[in-house]
């Protein structure tokens, strides 16, 4: 079967031919257990809804090119938050622009009037990105768009009345994030203006007023405001009820380039609030940013995905049929952490499902020693294990004296990752360089989880629960067999219910 889709009814290029699904997926650094598009050029996830049993992952997509070009929304499902099947171009550009970021939601009591109550539409909120506009020096090329499917995502028609917001001369404005609002009965709108947020709200995704700002004397400055996204979320083993802010930013981020921060405040249904003075981060690495999470999610389960790579090296991974990935699927939470509340990041219970738990061991390493342990294939992997030590450093290693090292610092209270001697590093100077550090000041005095899954070039580190988390992509010239454990401490380092264990493809 070929995949097509259609652009003012006529047929336009297929994105990819699921005949030859066999050669897919197959391609030097191509992730196994990760969404990646059949071929070309993907960045931001968009319109992350769920409906009918459908998770829905649109995506920026250029079927043109490895590189950035004018954006279309691609688009894949899945059931199960973890295979997932690739679907036609879902938004192509037209006359006001390219389809830029953005979201989608049930519209359940069709209040756009774009479907029925017994078949309410999805709509669409995305950006329309004129270029011809920013090619003459303009600063209203950016303006705001609809459309809706009622076919739940298969096909979809623009709003006639687009733009629903026009701009009136603010250079990045763009990104809407769009949910129900209870507080207020009414749709609320997220969108970035430069450096700060707006919220704006509507009865019938039509018609839009602003109502507040939020961000211009907070937060990190350090680039432009992307990708918003607001929720609440109780603290977990209380009634508490506080709402997360994401926020986008580039550059700016902690270890260069790219990443995405976020705040803990209050909403009153209108205006966004916090006293957060720390800048903090869902992930500390280089490699996850623009991530948001879905809408219309059952049990309100707050569902986060990102675009696995950086803007600082984006478009020079040495990749050649397909550009990028996303992280995978994880759920956020709140804890309370020394008297503070955090942002728990985590993988979904249903990643398990394609991992082949491996036996659970107690290792002990010597003070000032290490152990080398082999695999097949540790970039199609997890490993696990729970450890009270403060200091160690994990090296995982090929025959070609590569090496992706993961050092937990006890005098610096930071875990490092550093890629620098870890395979093809030198396609660009911000990769080459790059050894990134996370602070850990809050790490539990007993034990603790560390869980790493790596897949052919990337490695996701969570500890302690996801209370601190790093995403980087790598990119070895052959896969990783070898894992020395180092001890640097006088005591002996304990390692318990170690596991290796592979994951499957999901292609």
Same mark, same amino acid.
């Given at each position: 079967m070929t995949l097509l889709s259609c652009k003012d009814g006529e047929k336009v290029k297929p994105i990819n031919a699921v005949s030859e699904q066999q050669n897919l997926y197959q391609e030097a650094y191509r992730p196994q !257990?990760?969404?990646?598009?059949?071929?070309? *050029?993907?960045?931001?996830?968009?319109?992350?809804?769920?409906?009918?049993? +459908?998770y829905h992952l649109f995506y920026q997509y250029y079927p043109e090119d490895i590189v950035w070009g004018p954006m279309h929304w691609g688009h894949a499902i899945s059931k199960d938050m973890?295979?997932?099947?690739?679907?036609?171009?879902?938004? !192509?550009?037209?006359? /006001?622009g390219y389809i830029f970021s953005g979201s989608a939601v049930v519209d359940t009591d069709n209040s756009s009037g774009f479907g029925r109550l017994d078949n309410p539409p999805l709509v669409a909120i995305f950006t329309y990105h004129k270029a011809e506009g920013a090619e003459e020096g303009r600063n209203d090329f950016q303006t705001q768009g609809i459309a809706y499917s009622l076919d739940n995502g298969d096909t979809w028609v623009k709003y006639e009345g687009n733009p629903v917001i026009r701009n009136e001369g603010i250079k990045d404005f763009r990104d809407p994030k769009v949910f129900w609002n209870d507080k207020?009965?009414? *749709?609320?709108?997220?969108? +970035? %203006?430069?450096? /700060?947020?707006?919220?704006?709200? &509507?009865?019938?995704?039509?018609? *839009? $007023?602003? +109502? &507040?700002?939020?961000g211009?004397?907070?937060?990190?400055?350090?680039?432009? *405001? =992307?990708?918003?996204?607001?929720?609440?979320?109780?603290? =977990?083993?209380?009634?508490?009820? @506080?709402?997360?802010?994401?926020?986008?930013i580039n550059p700016g981020a902690p270890n260069g380039g790219s990443g995405t921060q976020y705040f803990i405040g209050d909403f009153d249904g209108k205006t966004f609030t916090s006293d957060q003075k720390e800048h903090k981060?869902? $992930?500390?690495?280089?490699?996850?940013y623009a991530g948001v999470t879905y809408n219309n999610v059952p049990n309100n389960d707050r569902i986060f995905i990102g675009w696995m790579s950086n803007w600082a090296y984006a478009q020079e991974t040495p990749t050649e049929k397909w550009r990028s990935a996303m992280t995978l699927p994880t759920k956020l939470t709140l804890r309370q952490v020394n008297? %503070?509340? =955090?942002?728990?990041?985590?993988?979904? $219970? &249903?990643?398990? @499902?394609?991992?082949?738990?491996? %036996? #659970?061991e107690n290792i002990s390493v010597d003070p000032q020693s290490e152990k080398s342990l082999t695999f097949d294939h540790f970039n199609s992997s997890e490993v696990k294990f729970k450890t009270s030590s403060r200091a160690f450093s994990l090296d995982f290693q090929n025959s070609l004296g590569e090496n992706l090292s993961l050092i937990l610092d006890a005098e610096n209270l #930071? !875990?490092?990752?550093?890629?620098?001697?870890?395979?093809?590093?030198?396609?660009? $100077?911000?990769?080459?360089?790059?050894?990134?550090?996370?602070? +850990?000041?809050?790490?539990?005095?007993? =034990?603790?989880?560390?869980?790493?899954?790596?897949?052919?070039? &990337?490695?996701?580190?969570?500890?302690?629960?996801?209370?601190?988390?790093?995403? %980087?992509?790598?990119?070895p010239n052959e896969y990783y067999k070898t894992l020395v454990i180092s001890n640097p401490e006088d005591n002996k380092l304990e390692m318990e219910k170690f596991t290796i264990s592979p994951i499957k493809s999901i292609w």
């Open positions: !257990f990760h969404f990646s598009p059949p071929e070309k *050029w993907m960045n931001d996830p968009n319109g992350l809804v769920y409906n009918q049993g +459908v973890v295979h997932w099947e690739n679907k036609p171009i879902a938004l !192509f550009p037209d006359e /006001h207020t009965n009414n *749709w609320t709108m997220l969108l +970035v %203006a430069g450096d /700060h947020l707006q919220i704006w709200q &509507s009865p019938d995704l039509k018609d *839009w $007023d602003k +109502v &507040s700002e939020f211009k004397d907070q937060g990190a400055h350090g680039g432009v *405001w =992307e990708c918003p996204d607001l929720f609440p979320l109780k603290v =977990e083993g209380t009634d508490l009820e @506080k709402w997360v802010l994401l926020i986008s981060w869902i $992930d500390w690495g280089t490699d996850n008297g %503070a509340i =955090e942002l728990f990041n985590y993988p979904l $219970d &249903s990643v398990d @499902k394609i991992r082949n738990l491996g %036996a #659970q #930071q !875990f490092v990752l550093d890629r620098s001697q870890s395979g093809k590093v030198s396609f660009d $100077d911000d990769f080459i360089k790059n050894v990134q550090t996370m602070p +850990v000041p809050n790490l539990p005095r007993g =034990e603790y989880e560390v869980r790493i899954i790596m897949d052919w070039s &990337s490695v996701e580190v969570f500890i302690n629960g996801g209370q601190y988390v790093m995403t %980087a992509q790598i990119f």
